[in-house]
């Protein structure tokens, strides 16, 4: 009896060492492509096309230097301008957000608004941002509840962030003229 688990033990590390050995010495997959078994002419190879480990995320092309940041997107500059009386508690390009503090009017305290604007993509269209709004009412004894606001507040914010970002679309194309 031991010595039959002594060869199924056997076997299990030979069967490991075997499948270990196969998976990694392959230099081809499924579709037929051969791969470099060596990561450091892999990761050579990528540098020099220009990606990376996560192979070419922004999409650059060869010999490139122009880059979008986000004073170039018309719709990132035209929410900052619309929005800009409200407080900002963070704005990140890369992940396509904006987030503001919870506003109050001076004359109802009580009552506050928290708008989050999320870019659906960089092309003026109706549909490249998302706004949401929430609401947050506080009674005297400071006991809040928040919740959602309407789809009119919300597409009426859009609506102004589209009509600033093709001002200043417009104002961009007059100044490429001259």
């Not at 190879?45 to 490139?64: H, M, P, Q, V, Y």
């Not at 880059?67 to 301008?81: G, I």
């Not at 009386?85 to 928290?114: H, R």
């Amino acid at each position: 009896m031991k010595i039959i688990f002594q060869i199924l033990r056997l076997l299990w590390i030979l069967s490991i060492f075997l499948t270990f050995t196969v998976s990694c010495s392959s230099t081809s997959d499924n579709d037929g492509k051969v791969f470099e078994p060596s990561p450091e002419k892999r990761a050579k190879e990528f540098a020099e096309k220009g990606g990376g480990i996560f192979g070419d995320i922004n999409n650059r092309k060869k010999g490139s230097t122009t880059f979008e940041f986000a004073s170039s997107n018309v719709l990132w500059r035209a929410t900052l301008k619309s929005l800009e009386f409200l407080p900002l508690i963070n704005a990140d390009y890369s992940g396509g957000v904006i987030i503001y503090d919870w506003y109050a009017a001076s004359n109802n305290s009580n009552e506050q608004i928290k708008v989050t604007v999320r870019f659906l993509d960089n092309e003026l269209r109706a549909n490249s941002i998302k706004v949401i709004a929430h609401k947050k009412t506080c009674n005297n004894s400071g006991v809040c509840s928040n919740s959602s606001l309407d789809e009119k507040f919300s597409s009426s914010v859009e609506e102004s962030i589209i009509a600033s970002a093709r001002a200043l679309k417009i104002e961009e194309a007059k100044k490429e003229k001259k």
